[in-house]
Nanobody
């Protein structure tokens, strides 16, 4: 099994940037397709971005294209989410997720595709 720990969240003003990190332990991150999701109170957890294992194909929800970039550093066993030009609507708890499967454009966006989750990190964007 893999354990995931997110960090890097915090309070930032609109237009600012944050980089979230997700450190994997127990297994090497290169063995997994990795995703980032976010959740606000009262709403379902929603897909943000994903990176497929083996070929690092990227998937992003349309609303974050050009703003957010997912990447992985296999040597550090870490996946990142670089978030630029943040806006108040991006305020949420951000979760890292992992699956040993090769994800597809459809499956990458599904909560049920991922079997491993971190505890989440809060991102708050003030106006």
């Amino acid at each position: 099994q893999v354990q995931l720990v997110e960090s890097g969240g915090g309070l930032v003003q609109a237009g600012g940037s944050l980089r979230l990190s997700c450190v994997a332990s127990g297994r090497t991150v290169s063995m997994y397709s990795m995703g980032w999701f976010r959740q606000v109170p009262g709403k379902e957890r929603e897909f943000v971005s994903a990176i497929r294992k083996s070929d690092s194909m990227l998937y992003n929800v349309n609303s974050v294209k050009g703003r957010f970039t997912i990447s992985r550093d296999n040597a550090k066993n870490t996946v990142y989410l670089q978030m630029n030009n943040l806006q108040p609507e991006y305020t949420a708890v951000y979760y890292c997720a992992a699956t040993p499967r090769l994800i597809t454009p459809t499956s990458a966006q599904l909560f049920s595709s991922y079997g491993y989750w971190g505890q989440g990190t809060q991102v708050t964007v003030s106006s």
